[in-house]
Every structure is written in structure tokens, then in C-alpha cells.
């Protein structure tokens, strides 16, 4: 059985970004896997670790070409080969899914996690999307998964709590928290992934095209209070400190 991963770059959560002509301007930026497809990823390797009859794991990519970084970190992490779809489009959760079905489909996965909201869209679109798309069923934020020949077992979070689950594969699971705890790459690792496989694809050869355009960005700021506060008495200072958190940064209920 063959594991698809995808694996996406975002913005570092506490990088700093830069708006340039009503874009999002990510030129210097530091950018990481995003976190949900990370757990993927690790996931897909604890499933292959646990004696699941894994015979290959698959990452695939769809950006520009910075994304190899992203690809690189999933091979040096345990992946087997990396797909990346090398284009500049920035495609919506609906137009990525017919990249990630079509890919799917020719590498005979049987398995396809995906992180349960994408932060560059923070949309849970693009799981739902590519089990429609294949005619697969679809688990949800999963927190515990087990893969037992054709048949996957788990337990995922619902509105009022969590509920266990069965389901026949081929399928599409979502990642999130909790899962489990990415792997860092180790430096042998690091040097064996600049061996492995990273095919290089067209965009144009999917047919996938964006079905939402960006406009224009925005950052959200906020702006300083610009207060200082006394030190000379410690306690005076932490109260004053504390008012200021609760009634004018709203921090604290």
C-alpha cells in the first residue's frame, strides 16, 4: 500500500511579513512545512514504522520553487520520493484538490493525509474536495490512527467530544495536534534526502486552474500603547501591569 502526503509551506508563526503592492510579500520571510501537513507526514511514517505493509510514502508539493525546501525537510524526515508541481499560481483548497486526486490516482495511493486546515487559507476545504473528487470516504481531525491491512481505525474530535471510527480503505485523513510528534531530521538523514527522488511536474499537465483570486492582501496590526511603567516598586509595577493587560490590550479576561 502506497501513503500520499501532502505537504505545503507557510509562513513561520512567528516570522515577520511585509505587505508590497496589496500582496503578501514573502522575500525574507522564514517559511516551514505548515504544521498540520507535518503531522502528516510523521504520521505516515509511524504507519509504515507500526508494520502496516507500507511499501512506499510519497510527499507532493504544489508552489513555487522554494517549495523543494519543504519537499527536502519531508525526505530527510523518512519520506521514500517528493512530487513537486512547480508553479507561481497560488491555487485554492478546489483547484489543489484536482492535483492532489490526479497525482493519487497515478501513483496508486491507497492512503492520503492532508492537514485538517490549511493556514495560508485557513480552510478545511481541500480533504473534503479530494475525497469527493475520488469517490473516497474521509476522517476527519483524527488524533489516533491504526492501519491494519485494508482497513484504517482511529478516533477523531467531533462537536461534542471525539467518536472511534472503521473504514475500508482507499481513504483521506486529515491531520491535526495531537496525533502525534513530528520528528526532527537528523544529519544523516538530511544528506541521504539530497539523493532521493524529487520529481518535477506541470502544473498544466493536472488542467487545474485557480477558481478564487487574490486581490489584495491585508496585515492586521495593532498599535502600541508606548507605556512605561515604573519598575522602582515591584508590586505597584505588576499591578499596573496587569491593569493595562486586562483594560486597555484586552489580554486578560
Same mark, same amino acid.
Given at each position: 500500500m502506497k501513503i500520499l502526503t501532502l505537504v505545503r509551506q507557510v509562513p513561520d508563526a512567528e516570522a515577520r511579513v511585509k505587505i508590497n503592492a496589496q500582496n503578501v510579500d514573502l522575500e525574507g520571510t522564514t517559511l516551514v512545512i505548515d504544521g498540520m501537513d507535518e503531522y502528516g507526514v510523521e504520521e505516515a511514517l509511524r504507519l509504515r514504522e507500526g508494520g502496516a505493509?507500507?511499501?512506499?510514502?510519497v510527499a507532493l508539493a504544489v508552489g513555487p520553487k522554494r517549495v523543494e525546501d519543504a519537499?527536502?525537510?519531508a525526505l530527510a524526515m523518512g519520506v521514500d520520493r517528493a512530487i513537486h508541481v512547480e508553479?507561481?499560481?497560488?491555487?485554492?483548497?478546489?483547484?489543489l484538490s484536482r492535483v492532489v486526486a490526479q497525482? @493519487?490516482? #497515478? &501513483?496508486?495511493? =491507497?492512503?492520503?493525509?492532508v492537514g485538517g486546515q490549511e493556514a495560508d487559507w485557513d480552510s478545511q476545504a481541500l480533504g473534503a @474536495?479530494? #475525497? &469527493?473528487?475520488? =469517490?473516497?470516504?474521509?476522517?476527519?481531525?483524527?488524533?489516533?490512527l491504526k492501519l491494519e491491512g485494508e482497513t484504517l481505525t482511529g478516533r477523531h474530535d467531533v462537536d461534542d467530544g471525539n467518536e472511534s471510527f472503521r473504514a475500508a480503505l482507499p481513504a483521506v485523513v486529515t491531520t491535526q495536534q495531537g496525533l502525534n510528534e513530528p520528528r526532527y531530521p537528523t544529519l544523516p538523514n538530511i544528506m541521504k534526502a539530497k539523493k532521493k527522488e524529487l520529481r518535477k511536474d506541470d502544473l498544466g499537465?493536472?488542467?487545474a486552474q485557480p477558481t478564487v483570486r487574490v486581490v489584495?492582501?491585508?496585515?492586521?496590526?495593532r498599535a502600541r500603547l508606548n507605556k512605561m511603567i515604573d519598575g522602582k516598586d515591584p508590586q505597584a509595577a505588576a499591578e499596573q501591569l496587569l491593569d493595562l493587560l486586562r483594560n486597555e490590550a484586552k489580554v486578560l479576561a
Open positions: 505493509g507500507v511499501e512506499e510514502i519537499l527536502r525537510t508553479t507561481d499560481e497560488k491555487l485554492d483548497p478546489i483547484a497525482v @493519487a490516482q #497515478a &501513483e496508486g495511493a =491507497g492512503l492520503i493525509l @474536495a479530494t #475525497a &469527493e473528487r475520488l =469517490g473516497w470516504p474521509q476522517l476527519t481531525w483524527t488524533n489516533e499537465t493536472y488542467g489584495q492582501s491585508e496585515i492586521q496590526t
